[in-house]
C-alpha cells in the first residue's frame, strides 16, 4: 500500500488507483504545478547570473517569498477544513438571476470536483503544500499566490474553478494589484 501511494497518478485519464484520503501531498502538488508550466510554458530558459543571490533585489524577492510561505499556510489550511463542512452541509450563495456569483457558476461551495473533474481538496492540498515548500522552491510565487490574492484563491477553488484560478491569477492586472498591495502594505500597514 505505501508503494501504491507514492506511484499514485492518473493514468491516460482514468480513475487513480488509490482513494483520495490515502493518496500522496506530492500528487497534488504536481497537479498546480501543471498549470504554472502550462501558464510559463516549458521552452522558457532561464539564465543565471553569477553571486545574484547576493544582489539586494534577489535577497528582498527571497525574503518576500519566505514571508509569502509563512503566513500562506493558515489561510489554505483553515480552508481546507471549511471545505469539509461546507461539503457536509451543502452549504451555497443565496442563488438570484442579479447576483454576479450565480452568473459566474461561482455560488456552491459543497462541490466535491472542480470544471475539469479533479478533486478541489487536492487544489487545498496543493497549496498547503506548496507555502510549507517554499524555500525548497517558490514556484508558487509565480502563479500571483499571495497575501493580496489569498482569500480569491481560495473562494476560486472552493467553487470548482481548479486551474482556471490560477490563469485569473496571472494576468498583468492581478499581478500589479498585487504589487500595489505589498507596497502600501510595507509602508502603511506597519
Same mark, same amino acid.
Given at each position: 500500500m505505501y508503494l501504491a501511494l507514492l506511484i499514485d497518478k492518473k493514468d491516460n485519464g482514468g480513475p487513480r488507483n488509490v482513494q483520495i484520503l490515502h493518496r500522496s501531498i506530492d500528487n497534488d502538488t504536481d497537479l498546480a504545478k501543471?498549470?504554472?508550466?502550462?501558464? %510559463?510554458? /516549458?521552452?522558457?530558459?532561464?539564465? %543565471?547570473?553569477?553571486?545574484?543571490?547576493? /544582489?539586494?533585489?534577489?535577497?528582498?524577492?527571497?525574503?518576500?517569498d519566505y514571508i509569502t510561505g509563512k503566513v500562506g499556510i493558515g489561510p489554505f489550511a483553515l480552508n481546507n477544513n471549511n471545505q469539509i463542512l461546507t461539503m457536509i452541509y451543502h452549504i451555497s450563495f443565496r442563488e438570484s438571476q442579479s447576483s454576479l456569483l450565480s452568473t459566474l457558476g461561482l455560488s456552491r461551495l459543497d462541490k466535491q470536483l472542480d470544471v475539469d473533474g479533479n478533486s478541489i481538496m487536492s487544489w487545498i492540498s496543493a497549496m498547503i503544500n506548496a507555502h510549507v515548500d517554499i524555500a525548497k522552491d517558490p514556484w508558487i510565487s509565480r502563479l500571483n499566490v499571495n497575501p493580496f490574492s489569498y482569500n480569491i484563491t481560495n473562494l476560486l477553488l472552493r467553487t470548482g474553478w481548479g486551474g482556471n484560478t490560477f490563469y485569473f491569477l496571472t494576468q498583468p492586472i492581478m499581478k500589479q494589484m498585487a504589487d500595489a498591495y505589498v507596497k502600501a502594505s510595507s509602508q502603511y500597514m506597519q
Open positions: 501543471s498549470v504554472l508550466k502550462d501558464i %510559463e510554458g /516549458s521552452g522558457k530558459s532561464k539564465t %543565471e547570473t553569477p553571486y545574484s543571490f547576493y /544582489s539586494l533585489a534577489r535577497q528582498t524577492a527571497s525574503k518576500n
